[in-house]
């Protein structure tokens, strides 16, 4: 079968028809996905070609998005929200919390929520306030709710048909500065990875680097940088961040003996202390070094003419790479 | 009684409209001029010329008899809370037309989305009222199937039903369950919230959603005048119903006391909302006589003067007055209703009380449809950890 060149912006595009083409029960809706196709386009044609009933433009308020889905995913659709961007999910944050995460739970299995929740996350984008968040750590805290990031074109595509299809609730991190960044080679009649898995996309013998949305990128560049200088470093594309998929994790540390975690949001409880405490558990003896960090400043996010200095990028990531061989 | 210029600005204020008293009239006391009644609390049948029917003596008998069985639902919880078995109770009590009104109006396709307090709704719909009381007692947060009843859980976070019915609704639509005319197919649905709930964003913006899709949704508000204890005042300058003109769709008043005009009005709003003609808000003009919950003292907030006076406008008493009066039901009915309640009382006591705890690792059931390799550990773990404590468990 032919592959063909995409975008990741085209890839979830592609993802989302397939998952609609497969089942009549989904339904797309959220701000201005209908006819502008989305702010960022992920949603592109489809309301043309599905009609208005399932991509469905909703008045602006997230609660509304989120709680009305709710009430579609209880009489038997498999509703995908968009939430138009990071920093604007949290006026939905409490039916996200309270009401969706927790459905399944209170009625003993009763009720199933299969709902994903899309929100375009991450900065780079030279964006304004509340464009440019990470709020993964919330929603991986959050029982009932299962949480994934995307970094790459195909990814896009198949993650997105495994969301949609998953019976739980999935929080589906999209890195919005990759939508329209790189293409890859897609071949629609290969078979995906499971969803909740983590991947190898890089082998290395000397440090386990661990990145995922956004980051993968820059860390598969650090790789590369560190290999000039005669360091392997393996990375892991997490892809799952609730559940986390430890097994390959813990299996490239105990060979390496050094990890060093990189995302962009806050380090202070971000996902990387947890992964540091896991590895911490299951590898203390294999460990050469403590875990290290690096993402966001614990600042709010800032002005943007400044968040490179926010975001990790190469040459932080290597400085802690550097800093793994200084214990 | 009268009643400021909410505004405080005198009528000749320039280029705003006319003063917002002259618009909402004062505020009444007793629900005003626009409240609909088919039955006054001295038991006489009033008639409307909107929303008149006639009940058979079987349906009247029918409304007294769910009203008894809710009170008694009602007291024997309250009861069994103050016995230490259930930690918590939201008590109906007063409010027992508005729910009864609005579930029997229900047609069996319809479905219903209550708050905490809806005891005498899950009765209409069939709803155990034993399996009301796990989420009180603690052994379950929602122990009946919401499939089962067309009844969803309870919802402790205030308004967030409302949304949830709206979206149900919506999905109603694209089923194609609206306007076909088929009595069977033609399906509506109900969100129940309370007057504090009005003034949560979740219930607005179920609102603006449900005008915007012209979802067959009825939004039914028991205005108990309070919110714990905080009076309407503090949630609303108008009277709630005309709400729902600011958003585009009618609200109306009903005496939540009268289980007639109750029944009434939700019927008709129910089949508006299946005839496809979209939502509508019926704010049931009701008062809490009970407290909010077991755990409130309401002689910190409001006068016994206020009670006594809604006493008076009893859901009950005028039912049976008017039962009567009019030779529709004699001691023996009404004693046979009293010795249902008191065996309906004895069931939900002993049932309580057998109530067993959950297992500790049932926690860990049902938080994921697709459950996780880390919780699986986790409950695994937890279970080896109690293994350790022989016989303790």
């Known amino acids: ?327 | 009684m009268t009643q400021q210029s909410p505004g405080g600005a005198q009528s000749d204020t320039p280029g705003f409209g006319p003063d917002l008293v002259e618009v909402f009239g004062p505020s009444q006391q007793d629900g005003g001029p626009e409240l609909i009644q088919l039955l006054t609390p001295e038991g006489e049948r009033v008639h409307h010329h909107e929303f008149d029917q006639d009940f058979s003596a079987e349906e009247l008998r029918g409304f007294y008899r769910d009203m008894v069985l809710t009170r008694r639902i009602d007291t024997e919880a309250t009861a069994l809370q103050r016995h230490g078995e259930l930690g918590i109770w939201a008590q109906l009590l007063g409010q027992e037309a508005a729910q009864i009104g609005a579930g029997r109006a229900l047609r069996p396709q319809d479905y219903v989305f209550p708050t905490y307090r809806e005891h005498g709704v899950a009765w209409c719909r069939g709803v155990d009222p034993l399996r009301l009381l796990g989420l009180f007692r603690g052994v379950d947060q929602g122990g009946w199937d919401p499939a089962a009843n067309n009844f969803a859980l309870y919802t402790i976070v205030i308004g967030a039903q409302t949304l949830h019915a709206t979206g149900y609704a919506m999905g109603v639509q694209r089923d194609g369950d609206v306007g076909t005319g088929d009595p069977d197919r033609d399906t509506a649905v109900v969100a129940h919230f309370g007057d504090g709930a009005s003034s949560q964003g979740d219930v607005n913006e179920a609102f603006i959603f449900a005008a915007s899709y012209n979802a067959p949704v009825v939004f039914f508000c028991q205005n108990n005048q309070w919110a714990i204890s905080e009076p309407i005042e503090r949630q609303s300058r108008i009277p709630l119903y005309q709400r729902a003109l600011g958003f585009g769709f009618p609200g109306v008043r009903v005496d939540g006391n009268d289980v007639l005009a109750t029944y009434a009005v939700t019927k008709a709003a129910l089949q508006r909302a299946r005839d496809g003609q979209g939502p509508t808000l019926v704010e049931a003009y009701t008062y809490r006589m009970g407290a909010h919950t077991t755990t409130d003292d309401p002689t910190r907030y409001r006068l016994s003067n206020d009670v006594e006076s809604w006493k008076l406008k009893d859901p009950i008493a005028r039912v049976e007055v008017y039962l009567r009066r009019n030779g529709l039901a004699d001691d023996d009915f009404l004693a046979s209703i009293q010795a249902e309640a008191d065996e309906l009382g004895h069931t939900l006591r002993e049932g309580c009380k057998s109530m067993p705890d959950p297992q500790a690792l049932s926690m860990f059931d049902h938080v994921y449809a697709e459950e996780t390799d880390e919780l699986r550990a986790q409950r695994e773990g937890y279970a080896a950890y109690l293994e350790t404590f022989e016989g303790s468990h």
């Not at chain 1, 299969?114 to 440019?132: K, T």
């Not at chain 1, 690096?294 to 200095?309: A, K, L």
Request: net charge negative; glycine share 8%.
């Open chain 1, 1 to 327: 079968m032919a592959t063909q060149k995409i975008t990741l912006a085209k890839g979830l595009n592609m993802g989302l028809r397939k998952a609609m083409e497969d089942d009549p029960k989904v339904l797309l809706m959220g701000e201005d996905v209908g006819k502008l196709g989305g702010v960022f386009r992920i949603t592109d044609g489809l309301q043309k070609d599905f009609g208005e009933d399932r991509v469905i433009d909703s008045p602006l308020a997230e609660s509304g998005i989120v709680g009305t889905a709710v009430g579609m995913a209880m009489r038997g659709y498999r509703p995908v929200v968009e939430i138009q961007f990071d920093g604007f999910v949290y006026p939905a944050y409490d039916q996200i919390v309270c009401q969706v995460a927790k459905i399944h739970f209170r009625s003993q299995g009763r009720v199933k929520m299969p709902m994903v929740i899309r929100i375009p996350f991450g900065g780079g984008i030279g964006a304004v306030e509340h464009h440019s968040e990470s709020p993964e750590a919330q929603f991986a805290h959050t029982p009932g709710l299962k949480v994934v990031a995307c970094s790459n074109p195909v990814d896009g595509y198949w993650m997105m048909q495994q969301a949609i299809a998953c019976d739980d609730p999935v929080i589906f991190l999209e890195p919005k500065r990759q939508y329209h960044a790189d293409k890859a080679e897609l071949d629609e009649s290969a078979t995906p990875e499971p969803l909740f898995t983590s991947r190898i996309v890089r082998a290395g013998t000397d440090l386990t680097l661990l990145a995922y949305g956004p980051t993968v990128k820059t860390a598969m560049k650090a790789a590369e940088a560190a290999a000039t200088e005669g360091r392997s470093i393996e990375v892991i594309d997490l892809r799952t961040l609730s559940p986390l998929d430890m097994a390959p994790v813990l299996d490239s540390v105990r060979r390496t003996g050094r990890a060093v975690v990189t995302h962009e949001a806050h380090v202070n409880l971000g996902l990387g202390a947890e992964l540091s405490a896991r590895i911490t558990e299951e590898c203390f003896y294999s460990l050469e070094a403590p875990v290290l960090r690096v993402g966001g400043f614990d600042t709010p996010y800032p002005p943007s003419r400044i968040e490179e200095d926010f975001l990790p990028d190469l040459d932080r990531v290597l400085d802690a790479v550097d800093r793994s061989w200084e214990f």
